[in-house]
């Protein structure tokens, strides 16, 4: 399954991006911040570092980020209408 997320900055990657990731979807970033786009785009992953004791590291994979300026194909993505 996918899900767009409209935001790649550190709150949209580092908590709803990697919850959505690790539970299996494709994770569309959607981000007017072209630099950051295509890095993610050359890497084709990123690491959360954990604000818990250990800090421990999670790696995103499932992403395939967007400029905000390019159109995403929303309609395709849902199964059924959502209403």
Same mark, same amino acid.
């Given at each position: 399954?996918?899900?767009?997320?409209?935001?790649?900055?550190?709150?949209?990657?580092?908590? !709803?991006?990697?919850?959505?990731?690790?539970?299996?979807?494709?994770? !569309?970033?959607?981000?007017?911040?072209?630099?950051?786009?295509?890095?993610?785009?050359?890497?084709?992953?990123?690491?959360?570092?954990?604000?818990?004791?250990?800090?421990?590291?999670?790696?995103?994979?499932?992403?395939?980020?967007?400029?905000?300026?390019? @159109? !995403?194909?929303?309609?395709?993505? @849902?199964r059924?209408?959502? @209403?």
């Open positions: 399954m996918k899900a767009v997320h409209f935001g790649a900055g550190n709150i949209g990657r580092g908590f !709803i991006g990697l919850l959505l990731s690790q539970s299996g979807y494709e994770v !569309i970033f959607s981000d007017v911040n072209r630099t950051l786009v295509e890095e993610l785009q050359r890497r084709g992953e990123y690491t959360v570092t954990l604000a818990d004791d250990a800090e421990r590291r999670c790696r995103s994979r499932a992403l395939r980020p967007s400029t905000g300026r390019t @159109w !995403i194909p929303l309609r395709p993505l @849902w059924r209408p959502i @209403w």
